[in-house]
Structures are given as structure tokens and as C-alpha cells.
């Protein structure tokens, strides 16, 4: 059975910092790109971020462009999201979502999800 | 940024009856289109990609069609576990990946 379990995430306040992390089984992430989006509560979904293998090129969105950087180790099998100077606008849950090979994003699937609160 | 405009937001239907939801793109997004399901409290879940293509495990019952900019999930007889949020993503030009606001199917 496919798993992918994020972890991390909890309350902050505004300006701090969180390390989100996912650990995926029955899957490999070696050779897929792998992607953060997130669920503002009551909202819709936003793409976060995405990280492809083998170059590991990074992608991001504009409204986290320079505080959030992605990261993956594929020895363990897990994808990181490393989130500076947090704002109320960062609280959602986010998903660790898998893509498809090299950079297609065929967001096939998704962990369950980890709850970000930014508050003071 | 490809902008992707769902609708309608709500849809009141019945057990039974058909379903069409509607997903219009700013731009053309040739055949890289996909949709999810999310029902309340987990994550969302792939239903069609490219378009048209039912991913594993999907019934039949889900379809989807369209090209370039406008496109349709179609469930053709409403079960009862499929009243819930369903949501477009197109692929073609990104980043962003970008997602539609979303359309909701109640029971009416």
C-alpha cells in the first residue's frame, strides 16, 4: 500500500519557522518529482512547491519565493519543506503530493496531511 | 499564470442523476488537464488525467472531455459517496501548477 506520511507541522508564531517532512512507502520517490500544496482552511488547494529528481531542479510558488525551500533525500525516501518568516497566510494543511516521472506533474498521490497554524 | 474558473460553485442534485461540472482555462492547456475529488477531511484524490484518462481504480461512472480551454467531468449516475468538492489542475504551463476554485456536489 502506497503511504505517503507528512509530519511537522503545529503552531508558530508569526515570523518563525517550521520543517515539514514526508515519508513515503510502498513507493519509491526516485525518478518522480515530488510537490507540497496546501489547504488553507475552508479554501482551496495551492501548489506550494515541487522538486524534480535527478537535476533536483526546485520550483515555487510566488507567495513563497524566498522563504520556503524544498528538499528531498531519496536514500530515505522523503521530501522536506523547510518554511521561514511564516505569516497567517502560510496556516493550511499541507499535502506532500507525488508527481510523475522526470517533471510531469500528475499529482497521482497525496499524503493525508500535516495542519500549519501561524498565530500569536 | 493559467487562471482556471470552475462552475458552477454548488450543485444540488439527487442520487441517480447525472452531473456536469465545467472547468474553463485562461489560456489553452491543450489536453493537461486533471480532476480531483476531496471529501471532508481528506485529501483530495485523482480521479482524470490528461483530460480524459480515468486514473487506477476510478469507476467508470467518472468521465472527462474537453481540449484546450474548456473542459467537463461528467459523473453519469450519482453514488451516494460521490457528493463531495471536486477540483481541476492544469500542468500544461507551470510553475505554477494551478488549481480551480472548486465545485461542490450536494445532495439536494
Known amino acids: 500500500e502506497v503511504q505517503l506520511l507528512e509530519s511537522g507541522g503545529g503552531l508558530v508564531q508569526p515570523g518563525g519557522s517550521l520543517r515539514l517532512s514526508c515519508v513515503a512507502s510502498g513507493i519509491t520517490f526516485t525518478g518522480y518529482i515530488v510537490n507540497w500544496v496546501r489547504q488553507a482552511p475552508g479554501r482551496g488547494l495551492e501548489w506550494v512547491s515541487g522538486i524534480s529528481d535527478g537535476d533536483g531542479n526546485t520550483y515555487y510558488a510566488d507567495s513563497v519565493k524566498g522563504r520556503f525551500t524544498i528538499s528531498r533525500d531519496n536514500s530515505k525516501n522523503t521530501l522536506y519543506l523547510q518554511m521561514n518568516s511564516l505569516g497567517p497566510e502560510d496556516t493550511a494543511v499541507y499535502y506532500c503530493v507525488k508527481g510523475g516521472r522526470a517533471t510531469n506533474q500528475v499529482f497521482d498521490f497525496w499524503g493525508q496531511g500535516t495542519l500549519v497554524t501561524v498565530s500569536s | ?108
Open chain 2, 1 to 108: 499564470e493559467v487562471v482556471l474558473t470552475q462552475s458552477p460553485a454548488t450543485l444540488s442534485l439527487s442520487p441517480g442523476e447525472r452531473a456536469t461540472l465545467s472547468c474553463r482555462a485562461s489560456e489553452s492547456v491543450i489536453t493537461y488537464l486533471a480532476w480531483f475529488q476531496q471529501k471532508v477531511g481528506q485529501a483530495p484524490r485523482l480521479l482524470i488525467y490528461d483530460a480524459s484518462k480515468r486514473a487506477t481504480g476510478i469507476p467508470a461512472r467518472f468521465s472527462g472531455s474537453g481540449s484546450g480551454t474548456d473542459f467537463t467531468l461528467t459523473i453519469s449516475s450519482l453514488e451516494p459517496e460521490d457528493f463531495a468538492v471536486y477540483y481541476c489542475q492544469q500542468r500544461y504551463n507551470w510553475p505554477p501548477v494551478t488549481f480551480g476554485g472548486g465545485t461542490k456536489v450536494e445532495i439536494k
